[in-house]
Every structure is written in structure tokens, then in C-alpha cells.
């Protein structure tokens, strides 16, 4: 293990990574193909999010809160009763910002839902909002966990992609990384174009099943938000410090 310095931070994947670093570190959760991407976007409408764990539990949510947008996947097909996958570029197209969306997701909403129940919550971050993410993190907390979600036991690219960048930043501020790993996924991010995302296993599942838009979307609006974003039980919501330091 590498020898931390007085700030540092530390790459990890999967929902089961937040109990490790959950009491000692400052926790970022990423899944940027689709689901934080989908909330970021969604509270950037101005709309409430929340994250449900089941089809069931996001149906019985909206009888409580009224009419929200049911949003999402259990295994890659949309639920039934469902009004739309968990697409941001769909979200994006949509008009009715007064409705709250609720989430389920197969890899992102169970990594957000532990987030979640730290006290006092975890930052939600994409691709949409690294940077300002970043921003955020240098100079208020001493140690930070950037997770990615994970799919099919395997810690996809562009959640590598979106943590190496968030990385690179805070290196650049000071901080060290708390292993070789975390410092040999930002040394092998560093400088790559988000279209080299295209050949990776997640746009290759959205291009046969018809849903390459939301690469196209997400490709194309790389910290667009100026946005910082915390989950806190199930609900995603703006951060009204929003950022911090200048990288």
C-alpha cells in the first residue's frame, strides 16, 4: 500500500467498496453509463430524484409522492409500468420538469443506495459533472473514495474515466493516492478522448439493444454543469455550495 500524504484519495468499485471507506472518506459514487448521469441531469432540470432498489419499491414511492416519472432497468429491460429506461438523453427531450423521476438501475441505484446511508451522504458525480465535482472535494475533505458501479464484475471504462479525471484534479491540488491502482487507473486515463469509450463493453450493449443516443449524449456534454450533487437516504439533490477551489 502506498504511503498516503495529509490529503489523499482512493479509486474503488462496486456497491460493497462504500463500507470501506464510508466512516474515513469523503464518498463519490459514479456510473456515468447511465445511471448518475441520468440523476445529474435530472436535478439539473430542476426536478426532484430519487433512487428506488426495486421496480416495486419505485412503484410504491410514486403512489406516495404523486405523480412522478418511473425511470429505469432491472437487467437491461425497462420495467413494467415503466415510462422510460434510464436514458438521459430521453430525460433531456422531456418537458414535464415538474415531475420527480424515481430510479431503479441495476448497478448504479444499489452503489447509490449505500452511499446514501452515510451520514450525511455522498457526492453523485458523471462525466457531466467531474470537474466541478472536483472543485468541490479539494480543500473540504481530507480523504476521498471515488467508487465506480461496476457491471457484470467488471469495473467499466467510463466510470474509470470519470474517477481517473476527478483523480487527476485533486493530484494536481496536492493529494496522493492511497494505493498503485488508484494511481495506475488516473496514469492510464490521463489525457483520453471519451470517444475512445466506444469500443468498451457498456456503448457496445447500448449500441445493439438501440440506445446509442445516450453515448452520443454523453459523449458530447463533458462538464456541461457547473453542478455539485449529494445523495442522502434516496433522494439526489443540488449541493447549494455547489464549488469550490479551482483546481
Known amino acids: 500500500m502506498r504511503q498516503a500524504g495529509p490529503n489523499s484519495f482512493v479509486i474503488d468499485c462496486f456497491p460493497e467498496a462504500v463500507a470501506r471507506h464510508r466512516d474515513d472518506h469523503r464518498v463519490v459514487v459514479v456510473d456515468v453509463i447511465r445511471a448518475t448521469t441520468l440523476a445529474i441531469t435530472a436535478v439539473a432540470q430542476g426536478r426532484r430524484c430519487f433512487i428506488a432498489s426495486t421496480a416495486e419499491q419505485a412503484r410504491d414511492l410514486k403512489a406516495r409522492i404523486g405523480p412522478a416519472v418511473l425511470a429505469g432497468e432491472i437487467a437491461g429491460d425497462?420495467?413494467?409500468?415503466?415510462?422510460?429506461?434510464?436514458?438521459?438523453?430521453?430525460?433531456?427531450?422531456?418537458?414535464?420538469?415538474?415531475?420527480?423521476?424515481?430510479m431503479v438501475s441495476s448497478s448504479g441505484?444499489?452503489?447509490?443506495?449505500?452511499?446514501?446511508?452515510?451520514?450525511g451522504g455522498a457526492e453523485v458525480a458523471c462525466l457531466r459533472n467531474a470537474r466541478a465535482s472536483a472543485r468541490h472535494l479539494?480543500?473540504?475533505?481530507?480523504?476521498?473514495?471515488?467508487?465506480?458501479?461496476?457491471?457484470r464484475g467488471e469495473f467499466r471504462e467510463e466510470d474509470q474515466m470519470c474517477c481517473a479525471r476527478i483523480g487527476d484534479w485533486l493530484l494536481e491540488?496536492?493529494?496522493s493516492p492511497e494505493s498503485e491502482e488508484t494511481q495506475r487507473i488516473v496514469d492510464h486515463w490521463r489525457g483520453v478522448p471519451v470517444d475512445a469509450l466506444s469500443a468498451g463493453a457498456s456503448v457496445t450493449?447500448?449500441?445493439?439493444?438501440?440506445q446509442?443516443?445516450?453515448?452520443?449524449?454523453i459523449s458530447r456534454r463533458i462538464d456541461d454543469l457547473d453542478l455539485v450533487a449529494s445523495i442522502r437516504g434516496q433522494e439526489v439533490t443540488v449541493d447549494p455550495a455547489r464549488v469550490g477551489h479551482e483546481p
Open 109 to 119: 441505484a444499489p452503489l447509490m443506495l449505500q452511499a446514501g446511508l452515510i451520514p
Open 212 to 217: 446509442e443516443d445516450d453515448f452520443e449524449y
Open 138 to 151: 479539494i480543500g473540504r475533505h481530507r480523504r476521498v473514495a471515488l467508487i465506480g458501479a461496476g457491471s
Open 78 to 102: 425497462k420495467p413494467d409500468g415503466f415510462e422510460m429506461n434510464n436514458s438521459p438523453a430521453e430525460l433531456d427531450r422531456r418537458t414535464d420538469v415538474e415531475r420527480p423521476i424515481i
Open 173 to 175: 491540488a496536492g493529494y
Open 205 to 210: 450493449y447500448l449500441r445493439r439493444t438501440g
